[in-house]
């Protein structure tokens, strides 16, 4: 268990509609990363916050959005979904001054 | 851009033989270099990792080569057993950012 928790873990919607995702870091960690893994692709980076702001982007969709609040959880929000977006999405955090990222057990997104 | 080349995208041994992964990255600012594991249906988790300071590294039956030169890196597993079988993922983090760029995975099967 690395101590990142993400919920929910299944999810199972329709063309068009919109989700939230949540993702809570491990204790004292101040990012947040967000991650999109295909069925047998990679990782691919889609954004990053750091205590509540955003840091980096990566290749996320505008229909795609991200925030970080006070207690330092992250959502994302994903809309107007498309059969191309199921997927699972990985949220990992970490600590300042150091580079290890420990990944949450990603929640699994299916768009019937 | 940035990028992270990885080879092969599948790889089979015997257990007991080694197995080599190789990555190249594209932004020679890059100055860390982790490498993941992901088991079937799990989160991906840091296995070794190098900085750009270092040349080599080694935990246990696995370590990890950069040339900056050349600007690729590999992991190697030797002794290889069944519990090794999982999906490897290179990346690069590119300086002044925390933001990873994975590979895009290898497929490694130990077969007994």
Known sequence: DSGVTQTPKHLITATG???????????????????QQSLDQGLQFLIQYYNGEERAKGNILERFSAQQFPDLHSELNLSS????????YFCASSVEGLREQFFGPGTRLTVL | GENVEQHPSTLSVQEGDSAVIKCT???????????????????????????SNVGEKKDQRIAVTLNKTAKHFSLHITETQPEDS???????????????????????????
């Open chain 1, 17 to 35: 509609q919109r989700v939230t995702l949540r993702c809570s870091p491990r204790s004292g960690d101040l990012s947040v990363y967000w991650y």
């Open chain 2, 25 to 51: 990255y594209s932004d020679s600012a890059s100055n860390y270099f982790p490498w993941y594991k992901q088991e079937l249906g799990k989160r991906p988790q840091l296995i070794i990792d190098i900085r």
């Open chain 2, 86 to 112: 999982a999906v490897y993922f290179c990346a690069a983090s590119i300086l002044g950012t925390y933001k990873y760029i994975f590979g895009t995975g290898t497929r490694l099967k130990v077969l007994a």
């Open chain 1, 81 to 88: 979904l498309e059969l191309g977006d199921s997927a699972l």
